[in-house]
């Protein structure tokens, strides 16, 4: 059997792990990663909470179109939204209906306009502040 002097001897191979610059690299794409679904986690989160609060202002309003009709006007000019719930109430002292928990938005105006119809402000309790306005006719964003 013929045996190769003129080749090289075959070189260990030595498990040297990562270098640093590797390591690096990895923990800027996970922190780029991370970063992209925090931010549209919080966009999904303001989302919802726009839609919750959409929600809430809508029974709110149908409440009172249910009063108007039973009491043929709107409860007068309220200061805050337990003032509101406080006066649609019926003829016994009962509460009318069943109100929605104001845990949606943080700011709430109640009042009535010209054509004496009602108009509701609310402040979305969102990163962005959003501002609902309702009237009989909907629910409007401004």
Known sequence: ?????N?????????????????LVVV???AV??????????????KSIVAAATFDLDLVRKMLAYYSVDYEAYPAA?????????QMVDPKGNLYGRLPVSNTYTWFSYSLDANNNFVLRVRVADRNRTILIATPDGVVRQ
Request: aromatic content about 10%.
């Open 33 to 46: 990663l991370a970063t992209m679904a925090v931010t549209r986690f919080y966009a999904m989160r303001d």
């Open 28 to 30: 800027l794409v996970i």
């Open 7 to 23: 080749r090289p001897p075959r070189r260990r191979r030595w498990n040297r792990g990562f270098t640093l610059i590797e390591l």
């Open 78 to 86: 309220a200061a805050s939204y337990d003032d509101l719930k406080n």
């Open 1 to 5: 059997m013929p045996t190769d002097n």
